[in-house]
């Protein structure tokens, strides 16, 4: 990289980053955009390989998918696991725009699946970032875990184990990929389990954990609206359960 570019790089990257801590998230893609309009692919993605990740995400996170982003297009698998795991500091309770994000770039045109769901599962919070991104499908997941479909089942609460999902993991697919490629929550299922079998397991590990958690919440809260005196605060209380898994040494993504 030459003095001029790098000084270039360093003037723009300043700027991003200022635009981003006012908020100005548009304005911010439209600096990076106009550099690549300008300089080209080469010159952006030298821009890209040195913003932190809590910029990168602010902007990718801000997905629209009614046009094309050359930022989505030119994030790499690594420079997006960095981002996806801090995705939780903005408390998006909907997973509104996480899920957005990873369709948008998981399943962009030139982009291999596997290579960038192994880059999220190789850091700490991949796992969590992917439970996230299927909780509200946790009963669907568990169905396509047990009978290989993603129809719900009549069950007696009954799940497979972690042994049983790693050898469930390992027979042929009832579903093609073509079946279920929606660019979507079916088609990242579809792809860790037969692709990333031990993530899969590791996610739905997690996801289960999740959901627990998450249901005794709501019966904590419905005993205490029934009863005053049994109003407490509970150690499973899932405020608490959000803010231990923040990593308190994380920069704010916000």
Request: aromatic fraction near 6%; include cysteine; charge should be negative.
């Amino acid at each position: 990289m030459n003095s001029e570019t790098n000084s270039s790089a360093i003037a723009l990257i300043a700027k991003t980053q200022s635009l981003i801590a006012s908020g100005d998230i548009v304005a911010a893609e439209a600096a990076l955009v106009e550099l690549a309009d300008e300089q080209g692919d080469n010159a952006l993605l030298v821009v890209l390989e040195q913003l932190p990740a809590k910029d990168m995400l602010a902007v990718i996170r801000e997905y629209d998918n009614s046009k094309e982003s050359v930022i989505n297009l030119l994030v790499t698998p690594a420079q997006f696991a960095r981002a996806v795991v801090i995705e939780k500091q903005y408390k998006d309770l909907s997973r509104t725009h996480l899920r957005g994000m990873m369709n948008a770039i998981i399943f962009r045109e030139d982009a291999d699946s596997v290579e960038f769901l192994t880059h999220i599962g190789d850091l700490e919070g991949g796992a969590e970032a992917l439970a996230d991104y299927f909780s509200e499908k946790w009963s669907r997941i568990e169905a396509f875990a047990w009978t290989g479909l993603f129809d719900a089942v009549e069950d007696d609460g009954r799940m497979l184990s972690e042994n049983a999902l790693l050898s469930s993991a390992h027979v042929r697919p009832k579903l093609d990929e073509d079946e279920v490629a929606d660019q979507d929550w079916m088609q990242m299922a579809w792809t860790l389990r037969y692709k990333c079998p031990d993530l899969f397991v590791e996610m739905l590990l997690v996801l289960r954990a999740k959901a627990r958690a998450h249901e005794q919440g709501l019966m904590e809260e419905e005993d205490a609206s029934d009863d005053d005196e049994k109003i407490e605060t509970s150690a499973t209380d899932r405020g608490k359960i959000t803010q231990a898994a923040i990593d308190p040494d994380e920069e704010s993504a916000i």
